[in-house]
């Protein structure tokens, strides 16, 4: 069975500093990689995913996560981040060809501060 | 192009009342699904559906059913809610071997 960690509840953060929320997953087959955002009363967007192929991984707002299968995780980096990042950051596996089963973790949630 | 469609976004229940939540796509993904959310615990599993007619059980099932009888609808009952599921609840429709999930804005439920 996959689950996943994430390893900050809670990563404050000062504007225009970089960030790096980590998420580590365990898996006994391969998988799919996600990162959601949830802005406040809202529902989940997708940041980025891995599926295959670079490990290095960009997605929208500046956003980048690095899948490293030897340390079986997928830390998501923004160098720099503004007011609006603030907001729960998930991440996310599913067995790849699982229909969409995804297994979340705990929640990161980002306050960038002034 | 609406996406996932839930119904309502919120809702008040008395302990041992019945409701709906309704949730449509209109993307003809075969895969869906119900989760719920609570602090701390990211997003839980409710139930999922690999195509119409068919459903399975998640992560936390108990009290809950759901029934497909079209690709674009999947309903999730609540038979007699209790406190314990006051939540948040979205429901997904997922791509083609659960490459991309998409997600409808949920409906925050409080059972009293």
């Known amino acids: 069975a996959q689950s996943v960690t994430q390893l900050d509840s809670q990563v404050p953060v000062f504007e225009e500093a970089p960030v790096e929320l980590r998420c580590n997953y365990s898996s006994s087959v391969s998988v799919y990689l996600f990162w959601y955002v949830q802005y406040p009363n809202q529902g989940l967007q997708l940041l980025l995913k891995?599926?295959?192929?670079?490990?290095l991984v960009k997605g929208i707002n500046g956003f980048e996560a690095e899948f490293n299968k030897s340390q079986t995780s997928f830390h998501l980096r923004k160098p720099s981040v503004h007011i609006s990042d603030t907001a729960e950051y998930f991440c996310a596996v599913n067995r790849d060809g699982s229909g969409g089963k995804l297994i979340f973790g705990q929640g990161t949630e980002l306050s960038v501060k002034p | 192009n609406a996406g996932v469609t839930q119904t309502p976004k919120f809702q008040v229940l008395k302990t041992g009342q019945s409701m709906t939540l309704q949730c449509a796509q209109d993307?003809?993904?075969?895969?869906m699904s119900w989760y719920r959310q609570d602090p701390g615990m990211g997003l839980r599993l409710i139930h999922y559906?690999?195509?119409?007619?068919?459903?399975d059980q998640g992560e936390v099932p108990n009290g809950y059913n759901v029934s497909r009888s079209t690709t674009e609808d999947f309903p999730l009952r609540l038979l007699s809610a209790a406190p314990s599921q006051t939540s948040v609840y979205f429901c997904?429709?997922?791509?083609?071997?659960?490459?991309?999930?998409?997600f409808g804005q949920g409906t925050r439920l409080t059972v009293v």
């Open positions: 997904a429709s997922t791509s083609e071997l659960g490459t991309e999930a998409f």
């Open positions: 559906s690999v195509g119409a007619g068919i459903t």
């Open positions: 993307m003809n993904h075969e895969y």
């Open positions: 891995y599926l295959s192929g670079s490990t």
